[in-house]
C-alpha cells in the first residue's frame, strides 16, 4: 500500500462548505449522538464531503474538525487512514477502482487494469486529459464468487471481461453511467452458477414436512405404551426376550453328569457354592444357632457376688 497523504497545495481549494442539502444531513447526523460524543459523525461527515466535491480536501478536514471540535491531527488520522477516502482529485465522471486481490487475479484482473491504462492514464490517481476519468487499484471488495469485478461510487460491477469493462467506461464518460446495470455483467443471478442450478437437482421428496398432518391425541385415560425409539436395536439371543429360562451352561451340564457318576453328589443344581460360613442348604438350624456360626457360643462366666 502507498503512503497516503494530502494532495499538493496547488489543488487544495482555500476553503470548503456544504451546500444547503448536505448541511441538513450534517445537522441531523451530529444530533443522532449523545452529548459529548459528536466525534462519532466524523466519519458520515467527511463520506458526505467527498460525495459532494469528489475528494477529501485539506480544508474539508479542518471545517470537519472544527465542526465536531476535534484536533486537526484526529480527522487528518481517519481521512489518511481509510482507503475510501480519496486525497486527491479524481475524474470527475468516474474513478474505477479494480480489485487485485487473488481471486479477482487469478481471473484476469491485470486485463482489466490494462483497460484503465489504455483508456484514461498508465499511472493510477492521475485522471485522464479531460479530468474525467481516474482509476485505481483496490484490495478485495468482498464479491470474490463474482469476480474479476470493479467498485465505481458505490456500485459493484461484477463477473466481466477486458471488453465490457471497456463499455462501461465508455458509458461513464459519455454521462450516461447511471444506465449501466450494475451487478453481475455476463447475465448470471447474483451470485447464483453461470448457467442455472448445478447440483440439488434430484427431485426428493422430504420424510416429513411441518405441513403432514399431526397424529391424532389418544384418548384421555387410555394407556399409551412406551416408545422404542430410543432402544438400541439388539438381535443377540441371550436378549431375548421371548425366553422364559436362562440356557444351561454346556461346562455346567457336563460337571453335573460327572458328579452324578462318582455319587459324591445328589444334587444337579448349578447353583453357586454356597458363601463360607452360611447356612448349608436344606439341613435345619440348630436351636440357638445364628445364620453363618459353625463354633459354639462363647458365653460370660458368671462372677461372684461381691466383685465389682
Ligand atoms: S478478490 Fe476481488 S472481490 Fe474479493
Same mark, same amino acid.
Not at 442450478?197 to 437437482?201: I, M, P, S
Not at 460360613?277 to 442348604?281: C, L, M, N, T
Given at each position: 500500500m502507498s503512503v497516503r497523504r494530502l494532495a499538493e497545495d496547488q489543488f487544495q481549494p482555500a476553503s470548503f462548505a456544504f451546500n444547503a442539502e448536505n448541511t441538513v444531513f450534517e445537522a441531523a447526523t451530529i444530533a443522532k449522538y449523545p452529548e459529548g460524543r459528536q466525534q462519532s459523525a466524523v466519519i458520515p461527515l467527511l463520506m458526505r464531503a467527498q460525495e459532494q466535491d469528489g475528494w477529501v480536501t485539506k480544508a474539508t478536514i479542518e471545517y470537519v474538525a472544527q465542526k465536531l471540535s476535534m484536533p486537526y491531527i484526529r480527522v487528518l488520522e481517519v481521512a489518511t487512514f481509510? *482507503? !475510501?477516502? !480519496?486525497l486527491k482529485p479524481v475524474g470527475t465522471r468516474a474513478h474505477i477502482q479494480v480489485c487485485g486481490t487473488t481471486p479477482c487475479m487469478l481471473r484476469g484482473s491485470d486485463e482489466l487494469i490494462k483497460v484503465c491504462q489504455h483508456k484514461? +492514464? +498508465?499511472?493510477?490517481f492521475h485522471t485522464n486529459a479531460e479530468g474525467t476519468l481516474s482509476w485505481e487499484e483496490v484490495e478485495c471488495q468482498g464479491a470474490c464468487v463474482n469476480a474479476p469485478m470493479v467498485i465505481i461510487f458505490k456500485d459493484a460491477y461484477e463477473d466481466l471481461t477486458p471488453e465490457r469493462l471497456e463499455q462501461i467506461i465508455d458509458e461513464f464518460e459519455a454521462g /450516461? =453511467? %447511471?444506465d449501466v446495470p450494475v =451487478?453481475? !455483467?455476463? =447475465?448470471? +443471478?447474483? $451470485? %447464483?452458477p453461470e448457467g442455472g %442450478? &448445478? *447440483?440439488? &437437482?434430484d427431485d426428493i421428496k422430504p420424510v416429513? *414436512?411441518?405441513l403432514d398432518p399431526k397424529p391424532a391425541p389418544a384418548a384421555e385415560g387410555a394407556s399409551v405404551p412406551p416408545a422404542d425409539a430410543g432402544h438400541p436395536k439388539d438381535t443377540a439371543p441371550e436378549t431375548?426376550? $421371548?425366553?422364559k429360562t436362562p440356557v444351561t451352561a454346556p461346562k455346567a451340564a457336563a460337571k453335573n453328569a460327572k458328579e452324578a457318576e462318582k455319587g459324591e453328589s445328589t444334587t444337579t443344581s448349578t447353583k453357586p457354592a454356597a458363601k463360607r =460360613? $452360611? /447356612? %448349608?442348604?436344606g439341613a435345619p438350624a440348630a436351636e440357638g444357632a445364628v445364620a453363618g456360626e459353625d463354633k459354639p457360643k462363647r458365653t460370660r462366666k458368671a462372677k461372684p457376688e461381691g466383685e465389682a
Open positions: 481509510y *482507503t !475510501q477516502f !480519496q484514461i +492514464h +498508465h499511472d493510477p /450516461k =453511467g %447511471a =451487478g453481475p !455483467q455476463n =447475465g448470471r +443471478h447474483l $451470485s %447464483a %442450478a &448445478l *447440483t440439488l &437437482l416429513r *414436512t411441518n431375548d426376550k $421371548s425366553l =460360613g $452360611s /447356612k %448349608a442348604e
